[in-house]
């Protein structure tokens, strides 16, 4: 093809960008809400297990209507910049912000997976109960220490 025939098919394509909720674009975003959704029940395994959350403080974390609600903020947010993209003609750009959105959370999500629970300093014969990170770990080497007393006793 001669530069002269490649020219104008290009200027037609980005006079004509495809619409802002195409199939692509519609499977991205679904991408990046199940991958929100992902790091919402990952995140609460992590405190489930006692460890701390990182990146957001744990009281956010602990309220699990406003954290549902950051989630769902972190997606519209998604969606928008994707848009901007969309309306400035990068529509590479746009499609990658949703790509990139989708591999944090997902990387994220494998991470707060993999991490072990909080080690316990108790030792066989003393029963932690569920919601032990409430009393802190003062309380738990304060049992466990009364626990080596008595047996030396
Ligand atoms: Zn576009």
Known sequence: MTPTATAPAKSKAQA??????????IYLFTG??????????????LRD????????SNSIVDNRSLFVGI????TAASIGVSYLFHRTG???LERWVSIAHIGVGVGGSIHNYLLKPMPL??????TIQPGRE???????????????????Y
Do not use: C, M
Request: glycine letters at 10%.
């Open 16 to 25: 004509q960008p495809h619409k802002f909720w195409d199939t692509e674009n």
């Open 32 to 45: 990046v809400g199940a991958a929100r959704a992902l790091d919402y029940a990952s995140t609460r395994h």
């Open 49 to 56: 297990q006692g460890d701390y959350e990182w990146l957001l």
């Open 71 to 74: 989630e769902l903020a972190g």
């Open 90 to 92: 990068h529509h590479s």
């Open 121 to 126: 300093t108790a030792q066989p014969g003393i």
């Open 134 to 152: 409430a009393r802190g770990a003062a309380w738990e080497e304060n049992v466990a220490q009364t626990w080596f007393e008595g047996r030396h």
